[in-house]
């Protein structure tokens, strides 16, 4: 079993930054792929960006970004800890759901939520216009 915890979430004003953070705890095996989704109120679920960890190092040439936040968000893990971060920068209204932290244990990349296979309880972040 895995365990996500995000945090980092709040409210900030339009254009402003944030950095969310996930820690896994329990029996992780490398290779794997964290990833964060966001869902807002009445909206599906969406991807926003993904890692691979296949060795002991985040593996920096195996990112993706969904399309909306391209050029803004970057993703990045932390070499000592099964611990990634989502930095999000020029934010606005439209980025205002939860944003969850998900793992797919697997080493092949997904963009698609059905195929991770451990989920956080997700962060809220509201950006005000």
């Known amino acids: 079993q895995v365990q996500l915890v995000e945090s980092g979430g709040g409210l900030v004003q339009a254009g402003g930054s944030l950095r969310l953070s996930c820690a896994a705890s329990?029996?992780?095996?490398?290779?794997?792929?964290m990833g964060w989704f966001r869902q807002a109120p009445g909206k599906e679920r969406e991807f926003v960006a993904a890692i691979t960890r296949a060795s002991i190092s985040w593996n920096s040439a195996l990112i993706g970004y969904g399309d909306s936040v391209k050029g803004r968000f970057t993703i990045s893990g932390d070499n000592a800890k099964n611990t990634v971060f989502l930095q999000m920068n020029s934010l606005k209204p439209e980025d205002t759901a939860v944003y969850y932290c998900?793992?797919?244990?697997?080493?092949?990349?997904?963009?698609?939520?059905?195929?991770?296979?451990?989920w956080g309880q997700g962060t809220q972040v509201t950006v005000s216009s």
């Open positions: 998900a793992v797919r244990t697997s080493r092949y990349y997904s963009t698609e939520s059905g195929e991770y296979d451990y």
């Open positions: 329990g029996r992780i095996i490398i290779p794997y792929i």
